[in-house]
């Protein structure tokens, strides 16, 4: 089974739009985080958000939230006021402490902003 | 540089050479990561390390080796290259500490490598 599964292979969003990019993960563990990250066409991995498994708020980070429903196992992010520089593929990871602390990623979600 | 790099940035090689990626990070993190990276596969775990001298494999290892001698450098080598191994590979690294878990990864630049 898919540990993190992206069911979008492709978004589109106006400029100034909020976007939300759907993620679920399968674990058994009680420890895990969950991560997102961007890349752009130039292919660096950036790193965007992270929530824990414990964690009882939502993660935020400037426009980026992190939409976290244990009991779905689901971790969508949510891009407020898109920009044109959001266009990229993000990836939603899972990190096990079970499994030696590997990292599990998505297929990822292609993002376009349109102006 | 501090950071994550990686070496070559590209690389063109002939099926049936050995290749050698290199991974250099300058945080002195414990753990270390290979990636690669295809159209329609995401990041998949080549090969992975918690500290020196210690390393698993991940989902795809078979025609990779890699070894951690010292906690800065993970050098990735395929001793026979395929052109099924034509990708961009990533390494990456990240603390462990309080909760591994929470830990994020941070990512090299990638290695294009070109399999003929």
């Known amino acids: 089974a898919q540990k993190i599964t992206q069911t979008q292979p492709g978004m589109f969003v106006q400029e100034k739009e909020a976007v939300t990019l759907d993620c679920t993960y399968d674990t058994s563990d009680q420890s895990y985080g969950l991560f997102w990250y961007k890349q752009p066409s130039s292919g660096e991995m950036i790193f965007l958000i992270y929530q824990g498994s414990y964690d009882e708020q939502n993660a935020t980070e400037g426009r980026y939230s992190l939409n976290f429903q244990k009991a779905r196992k689901s971790a969508n992010l949510v891009i407020s006021a898109s920009q044109l520089g959001d266009s990229a593929m993000y990836f939603c990871a899972m990190r096990e402490a079970n499994t030696g602390n590997q990292f599990y990623f998505g297929t990822g979600t292609s993002l376009t902003v349109i102006p | 540089d501090a950071g994550i790099t990686q070496s070559p940035r590209y690389k063109i090689t002939e099926t049936g050479r050995q290749v050698t990626l290199m991974c250099h990070q300058t945080?002195?993190?414990?753990?270390m990561f290979w990636y690669r990276q295809d159209l329609g596969h995401g990041l998949r775990l080549i090969y992975y390390s918690a500290a020196a001298d210690i390393t698993d494999k991940g989902e795809v290892p078979d025609g990779y080796v890699v070894s951690r001698s010292k906690t800065e450098n993970f050098p990735l080598t395929l001793e026979s290259a395929t052109r099924s191994q034509t990708s961009v590979y990533f390494c990456?690294?990240?603390?462990?500490?309080?909760?591994?878990?929470?830990?994020?990864?941070?990512f090299g630049p990638g290695t294009r490598l070109l399999v003929l």
């Open positions: 990456a690294s990240s603390e462990s500490g309080r909760g591994t878990s929470t830990e994020t990864q941070y």
């Open positions: 945080w002195s993190h414990s753990y």
